[in-house]
């Protein structure tokens, strides 16, 4: 693998572990995933899983490792992460991890690091698909300035 920096396969366990990864764009990030919170009532939720459905949930969701295996709680990861940049991406209307998890990650991160929330955005996916070029945009400065 030439460019591991680029690669969308690395967590934050995986950047804690290892110092060759330069930079990292962690979008709608738990801190724990224990507290993930799942407000199946708000504005946006229905339409969300009506997608995920649709597309046969391709794509959907993030497992950097088995399953089968327990993972650290993100929150305890992070402080690990040296010489990494980090910019954590927000939608502040996602229904599934409130945007107090990237900012509770974001406060114990001990690197170079950046915060975006983003005003009417949603989860993951969906804050990519309705805010395209923001999001872009946001990503692609942010490489542009870490990755030097």
Known sequence: MKN?????????????ARNDIKSMVLIS????FSAIDYHFWESGMWADLKDNIDCKWEGKGARTGSILLSKDPPIDSIG??????LLFIHGDRDWVVKP??????YDKAGTYKNIEIIKGGFHAERLIEFHYARMRSLILDWFSKTLR
């Open 4 to 16: 591991r920096a680029l690669s969308p396969i690395f967590g934050i366990d995986d950047a804690a």
């Open 29 to 32: 990030c738990p801190s724990r």
């Open 100 to 105: 107090r998890h990237s900012k509770a990650l």
């Open 80 to 85: 690990n992460i040296k010489d990494t940049a």
